[in-house]
């Protein structure tokens, strides 16, 4: 069984930089990777390209327990991370909006 790497609350730079380190040990060691995204509150840019990458270049990583805050910061980069880890309409439910209902750009 691999192993589950908790995302910090803020993935800035600083937890991006440090989480690229992580994730390219265990795919260089072909280690499935599960990705906790539970406790996630704000993810910037720097996130977004790491666990994005990470996701789409071994099918041995794989998010889990996306926070609202996750997703949403996905959907506003217009982005998703796909996979088994994805949840449908989780980003929906964290607006309040029913799943498939279009959202007002710049409403939270």
């Keep these: 069984m691999g192993s589950t790497i908790t995302l ?8 991006a930089d440090s989480l690229l380190i992580t994730l390219r040990e265990a795919l260089a060691a072909q280690r499935p ?7 996630v509150e704000k993810l910037m840019l720097p996130g977004l390209q790491v ?3 990470a996701v789409r270049s071994s ?14 910061a996905f959907e506003q ?3 998703s991370w796909g996979g088994e880890g ?6 929906e439910r964290s607006a309040g ?8 750009r710049g409403a939270r």
């Design 8 to 15: 910090p609350t803020v993935m800035d730079l600083a937890a």
């Design 59 to 72: 099918a041995q990583m794989q998010v889990v327990d996306p926070s609202a805050s996750f997703c949403d």
């Design 97 to 104: 909006t029913a799943a498939g209902e279009p959202r007002e």
């Design 86 to 91: 994805a949840v449908p309409g989780a980003a």
């Design 51 to 53: 666990i994005l990458s």
């Design 77 to 79: 980069a217009a982005l």
């Design 33 to 39: 990777c599960r990705l906790d995204a539970s406790k």
